[in-house]
C-alpha cells in the first residue's frame, strides 16, 4: 500500500460490494478491529453494527479506555458482556492452540447470535497480513492460530469481510492516521486477550494475577518513556507463568508464581527485538509486582529473546 487515501477509497467501494445489506463488526478495540470498523461505518452508515466483547480476558480499565475510544473515533457500538462463557470455554484447557480455537469459536458464536438478530450473515473483522500468515496462511507452518483466523468454526454461518486483510501493521497505522483514529502507534493487545498470558490452565484467580502484572508493566514502561528514559517500545507486558516457585515473606516460605516481563522493539511484529530496560525501571517493576501481588507471584523474569526463534507472546 502506497497511498493512504487511495487505499481508503477503494476499501469502502469494496465494502459496499461486499455488504449487500447490514453487518456485524467485530471490534475489540485495537488498531486494527478499530480502523476496520471506521472503514466500515464510512462505507455503510448506520447497516454497519459494532459489537464489543467483553472476554473477561480484557487489561485494566479496558472497558472504559475502548468505550472512550470509540467515541473519539465517531463509532457507535454495543457492548456484549460474555466473560462467564469465555471463561467456561476455556476451563481445564492448557494447550495454548485449543485456547486460541476456543476462544476463536466463543467470539463467532457470540457474532452469529447479534447477526441473527440483526438480520445479516456478514461479519466484518480487522484481520492483518501477519494474523493468517502465521496462522498457517501462505504455505507456512502455522506458528499461532489467530483467534480471527483459524479460530473460525468450520460450521459457521457468517461470512468474513475483512477489508485489511493484506495490510502489515505499520500500514494499517498509516490508515488509521489518515482516518483520523487517535492514537494510531499504540501498542497492540492480542485478541485472546489474557489468555494467551496466561501459561496453562486460564481461571478467574490467574486472569487477575496477570491483569495486575500487565498493569504494573505498562504504567512502569510508560513512565520510563514520559521521562525520556526509554523510546517507545512496540508492546510491553508480563506473562504469568506455569512453574510455582518457592519464595520467602517475612519470616515465612511462600510457593507462588513466577511472572515474566517481555518489552520488545519491531516495526511488523514478524520479527522483533527484546528491549535492553535500564536496571532501575527492571527493579521497579519486579518491586511492585511483588508488592501489589504479594504472596500471590514472588519471582519476576525479564525475557531476553528475540523473534525469532521466540514469539512476541509467549503462547
Ligand atoms: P506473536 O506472538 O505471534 O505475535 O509473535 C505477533 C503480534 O500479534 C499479536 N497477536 C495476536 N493478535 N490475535 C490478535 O489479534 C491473536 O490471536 C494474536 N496472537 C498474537 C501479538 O500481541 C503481537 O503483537
Not at 492514537?183 to 496477570?210: I, K, M, S
Amino acid at each position: 500500500m502506497n497511498d493512504p487515501a487511495e487505499f481508503v477509497r477503494t476499501a469502502i467501494d469494496r465494502l459496499r460490494a461486499e455488504v449487500p445489506g447490514s453487518a456485524i463488526v467485530a471490534a475489540s478495540g485495537g488498531i486494527d478491529s478499530t480502523t476496520a470498523a471506521v472503514l466500515a461505518e464510512r462505507a455503510l452508515g448506520d447497516r454497519a453494527h459494532a459489537v464489543f466483547v467483553d472476554t473477561g480476558l480484557l487489561r485494566a480499565g479496558e472497558v472504559e479506555k475502548v468505550g472512550a475510544f470509540f467515541r473519539a473515533s465517531g463509532l457507535r457500538f454495543a457492548v456484549a458482556s460474555a466473560s462467564d462463557r469465555f471463561l467456561g470455554a476455556l476451563q481445564g484447557v492448557r494447550d495454548p492452540e485449543e485456547k486460541r480455537r476456543r476462544i476463536g469459536a466463543a467470539f463467532i458464536r457470540l457474532f452469529e447470535e447479534e447477526a441473527t438478530r440483526v438480520g445479516t450473515d456478514r461479519l466484518v473483522q480487522g484481520t492483518i497480513a501477519p494474523d493468517w500468515i502465521e496462522s498457517g496462511g501462505a504455505l507456512r507452518d502455522t506458528i499461532k492460530t489467530h483467534h480471527n483466523v483459524g479460530g473460525v468454526p468450520s460450521d459457521s454461518r457468517l461470512v468474513l469481510v475483512e477489508p485489511l486483510r493484506d495490510l502489515y501493521k505499520d500500514e494499517v497505522r498509516a490508515v488509521a492516521r489518515h482516518l483520523g483514529v487517535p492514537e494510531p502507534d499504540r501498542q497492540p493487545f492480542p485478541g485472546p486477550g489474557l489468555a494467551v498470558r496466561v501459561n496453562g490452565e486460564v481461571t478467574a484467580e490467574r486472569v487477575r494475577r496477570a491483569r495486575v502484572a500487565n498493569a504494573i508493566v505498562e504504567a512502569e514502561v510508560e513512565r520510563a518513556v514520559a521521562a525520556g528514559e526509554i523510546p517507545r517500545p512496540w508492546q510491553y507486558f508480563a506473562v504469568l507463568l506455569d512453574s510455582p516457585t518457592v519464595g520467602v515473606l517475612g519470616d515465612n516460605r511462600v510457593h507462588g508464581d513466577a511472572v515474566s516481563v517481555r518489552v520488545v522493539e519491531s516495526i511488523d511484529a514478524m520479527t522483533a527485538t527484546a528491549m535492553a530496560l535500564p536496571r532501575p525501571v527492571l527493579q521497579r517493576i519486579a518491586e511492585r509486582i511483588t508488592r501489589e501481588l504479594s504472596a500471590q507471584v514472588v519471582r519476576v523474569l525479564y525475557d531476553v529473546t528475540d523473534k525469532p526463534p521466540g514469539t512476541i507472546e509467549w503462547e
